[in-house]
Each structure stands twice: as C-alpha cells, then as structure tokens.
C-alpha cells in the first residue's frame, strides 16, 4: 500500500491517485495542557498516530489502495480553555464548516474516501457531525474516530483515558517529544468540586475547569515507556482498522 503526503504530492500526482485513495485527516488543537505540557500536545499526538499507523498500513502487500496523508487541522474547538491562555480556539460552528470545506475541496479532487483521526476531546461531536454531513453533501465515504478510542480499556488500568494534561497525555508526550515536557507537578487529589461520572451523561462547566487549573489528573505518573506502549498500540490497531477500511470504505 502506497503512503504518501499530500502537501509533497504535485496536483497531477493528486488527481491521478485520489479517485482510488484513503484520505487519513488529523485533527488536533492548539490549547493549554497545564504549566509543563506544549499547547500542540493534541494535534501532536493525532498526528504521530496517523504517520506511525500509515506506514505500519502500508507496509502490508494485500490492498493496493493509496493511503494519503493531509495536512493535520492544528486548531480546534477549545474555547473552554481561552481563561488559562495559550489556547488558539475555533468556535465549534467554525471547526464544522472548516472541516466541511476540507471535505469538500477533497471531494472537487477527486477523493471519494475520508477519514477523520481527532486528538482533542473538544472536537468529538463537531468531527462526527462534519463527518456525517459530508457524507451527504460530498459524496464521500466518511470514516470517524477519537485515537484514544483505539486503545484497549484494560491497557491504561488506573490510568485517566484520555484526561487532559494527566498521565494519560503526558506519557504520550514524553515518548514522542521529551524535550517539550517542563517539570511535572504532583496533584495529591482531585478537587472536589469535579462531580462523579454519570453514565449516559457527558457534564459540562466552566468552574469545573477552573477548579482543575486546566489539567485533570497527576502528570508525575506519566511514563515514558507507558506512552511508547499505549502509542504502538494504538498505532496497530489503526493500522489494522485502514487496511479493512481501504477494502470497504
């Protein structure tokens, strides 16, 4: 299976090749992750996953379907993280029809197959809704998912998955790009004014955050080797989950 970029790619290259391929989207955000992880944390990660599943995909010999990559949409819908600075923010209207026009002009190419790699908790239900209405509007097949979404619950046993800025986050972080980690605090608890999950129910509140400082669990458990494990993981299993896509999509 061919891997290819498509900001290297000349428009000749795209337009031959597209008709027949996998377009992978990562989409991520540009937002505070605490006083010690960098504010690109989520499009980072989306990122690196959809590289390291692309080559791990084309490296099997039984689809011949072109995967191309796009270029990773840096910014989200993180306006609940504009009060600790550091954040560039797309209100969540704005990221829909941002991710539509991507749709779109894949579609006035050629593309006919899209998936949507998300990094950032903020933007699940805009990339899902986009994703749906592309499929109707661009006569694209869509394909969604939330990277963390690929890792067996049992692997981070303990461990706040995804949580923002927390050992989870953090790991990746360190595994990827150690050098952009600052000293991690130690949080002794969690305040107590973040309630319990109800099931069925997502919560949603500003002082919620602020009484987090913006990061939900202790990053001094992050672990290097952890965030290696937890990625190749989730690597895999997207690698596995493009080749079946490439034949159905």
């Known amino acids: 299976m061919t891997v290819l970029r498509w900001v290297e790619q000349t428009?000749?290259?795209?337009?031959?090749?597209?008709?027949?391929?996998?377009?992978?989207?990562p989409i991520g955000a540009t937002e505070q992750h605490g006083p010690y992880l960098p504010t690109g944390t989520d499009h980072l990660m989306a990122q690196e996953v959809v590289e390291r599943a692309a080559?791990?995909?084309?490296?099997k010999q039984d689809v011949g379907r072109p995967l191309v990559i796009a270029p990773t949409v840096a910014t989200g819908a993180s306006d609940h993280h504009l009060p600790?600075?550091?954040?560039?923010?797309?209100?969540?209207e704005t990221l829909h029809l941002v991710l539509l026009d991507l749709a779109r002009s894949i579609s006035a190419c050629g593309g006919r197959r899209l998936v949507i790699v998300n990094?950032?908790?903020g933007n699940h239900g805009v990339a899902h809704a986009a994703g749906a209405a592309a499929s109707n509007r661009y006569d694209l097949n869509v394909a969604t998912t939330d990277y963390w979404q690929l890792?067996?619950?049992d692997a981070t046993e303990g461990t706040n998955t995804p949580g923002h800025a927390g050992a989870f986050e953090a790991s990746l972080v360190l595994a990827t790009y150690p050098d952009l980690v600052k000293e991690r605090p130690t949080r002794e608890r969690v305040p107590d004014t973040i309630p319990e999950t109800l099931d069925g129910f997502v919560l949603h509140s500003k002082a919620i955050w602020h009484d987090m400082e913006g990061y939900?669990?202790?990053?001094?458990?992050a672990d290097a080797a952890n965030g290696e494990a937890w990625l190749a993981a989730i690597a895999?299993?997207?690698?596995d989950k493009l080749v079946h896509l490439a034949k159905t999509l």
């Not at 080559?55 to 490296?59: I, R, T, Y």
């Not at 600790?84 to 969540?92: A, D, K, V």
């Open 236 to 239: 895999g299993n997207l690698a």
């Open 119 to 121: 990094g950032h908790g």
């Open 11 to 25: 428009r000749e290259t795209l337009n031959e090749i597209l008709p027949e391929a996998l377009v992978l989207l």
């Open 216 to 221: 939900t669990d202790d990053p001094s458990h």
């Open 151 to 153: 890792l067996p619950s």
């Open 55 to 59: 080559a791990l995909a084309g490296a």
């Open 84 to 92: 600790f600075g550091g954040t560039l923010s797309l209100q969540p």
